[in-house]
């Protein structure tokens, strides 16, 4: 039933976007060109144009709220945990000393640095991620 009432609402926005854009605005729309007698001639095409779209919104609006009330009130069967931690009681992990790097090597220090407290990280199995390895 959702599944139906999902497609319905794709055919019906697609209809009010074709409807809407066929209406005449300052330029012209694309049903510029036209017979004049009718339901073609001006009149009779702005105030169909006009009705199908108010009926159309009326349509699309009233089938959002109820696929908005179906998917609140739809209860499913089937929980993913594929995402879900594992439980489990890993020691916190050891801290790394810290080296202070001196004159040139700052870079080279700070990058020591960063790999040994990825490598304590790694190594406690935390699922915390490393920055650099």
């Known amino acids: 039933m959702f ?5 319905v609402q794709a055919i019906v926005a697609a209809l009010l976007v074709t409807v809407i854009l066929m209406q005449r605005s300052e330029g012209g729309g694309l049903t510029s060109s036209g017979s004049p007698s009718g339901l073609m001639s001006a009149r009779g095409a702005a105030d169909f144009l006009t009705r199908s779209t108010a009926v159309l919104a009326t349509i699309f609006v009233l089938l959002s709220i109820t696929l908005a009330f179906l998917a609140a009130t739809r209860q499913s069967s089937t929980i993913d945990t594929s995402l879900a931690r594992k439980a489990g009681n890993t020691p916190p992990a050891a801290t790394a000393p810290l080296q202070t790097p001196a004159g040139d090597d700052a870079l080279a220090g700070a990058a020591a640095n960063a790999a040994a407290a990825a490598q304590a990280n790694a190594a406690a199995g935390n699922g915390a991620v490393p920055l650099v390895q």
Do not use: H, Q
């Open 3 to 7: 599944t139906f009432l999902l497609v």
